[in-house]
């Protein structure tokens, strides 16, 4: 039982690099997310999908990229790596039940540094 | 105003204590809420669903006062391995909502 899978789990790049994050659940959830999180802060959102081919932006999409060609996979696109981009990434899917967003799940995240 | 707020603690308090912390959201129109605790460097995990009613889950109790727009957790008889943060956790009505995370509430239990 997988449930939500992201690799890298740990990542460096330099400034201006791009790479890709992957995200990928076996629960045939709707919904997907990418975080970011910094020292001392909470989660932010940075895209979000309510199902395959759609998305959506979140608090801090500037930077980042996102397609769901798939219900299975999210994945997270930098352009161009910046330095205020090192953080830790999650992935987080979750379905709905009744109309409404049931408990969401989270991959381990993925811990970025940008030089 | 922010989506969801919390106050970010840190909360220290002895073993044995009960603790209480309070989470105000701003979309009257929000459906569902749930309470996550984060471990250091860790992923979240669901710690308990909030229901209208009210809930109980051993030592942890979560409240919603729709009319005030916030949700509590009460853990009582608090424990060394209840010390991480908690995370808020707040969705809108629609297939199309999102959900919104508040920045937590560091607790700390001490002997």
């Known amino acids: 039982n997988a449930g939500v899978t992201q690799t890298p789990k740990f990542q460096v790049l330099k400034t201006g690099q791009s790479m890709t994050l992957q995200c990928a659940q076996d629960?045939?959830?709707?919904?997907m997310s990418w975080y970011r999180q910094d020292p001392g802060m909470g989660l932010r959102l940075i895209h979000y999908s309510v199902g395959a081919g759609i998305t959506d932006q979140g608090e801090v999409p500037n930077g980042y990229n996102v397609s769901r060609s798939t219900t299975e996979d999210f994945p997270l696109r930098l352009l161009s790596a910046a330095p205020s981009q090192t953080s830790v990434y999650f992935c987080?899917?979750?379905?709905?039940?009744?109309?409404?967003?049931?408990?969401?799940?989270f991959g381990q995240g993925t811990r970025l540094t940008v030089v | 105003r922010k989506e969801v707020e919390q106050d970010p603690g840190p909360f220290n308090v002895p073993e044995g204590a009960t603790v209480a912390f309070n989470c105000t959201y701003s979309?009257?129109?929000?459906?569902?809420f749930f309470w996550y605790r984060q471990d250091c460097r860790k992923e979240p995990k669901l710690l308990m669903s909030?229901?209208?009613s009210g809930n109980e889950d051993g030592r942890f109790t979560a409240q919603l006062n729709r009319a005030s727009q916030y949700i509590s957790l009460l853990i009582r008889d608090s424990k060394l391995s209840d010390s991480a943060t908690y995370l808020c956790v707040v969705t809108g009505t629609g297939t199309a909502s999102k959900l919104t995370f508040g920045t937590g509430t560091r607790l700390q239990v001490t002997l």
């Open positions: 979309n009257s129109a929000s459906q569902s």
């Open positions: 987080a899917s979750s379905r709905q039940g009744e109309g409404l967003w049931t408990e969401a799940f």
């Open positions: 909030v229901y209208s």
């Open positions: 629960m045939n959830h709707e919904y």
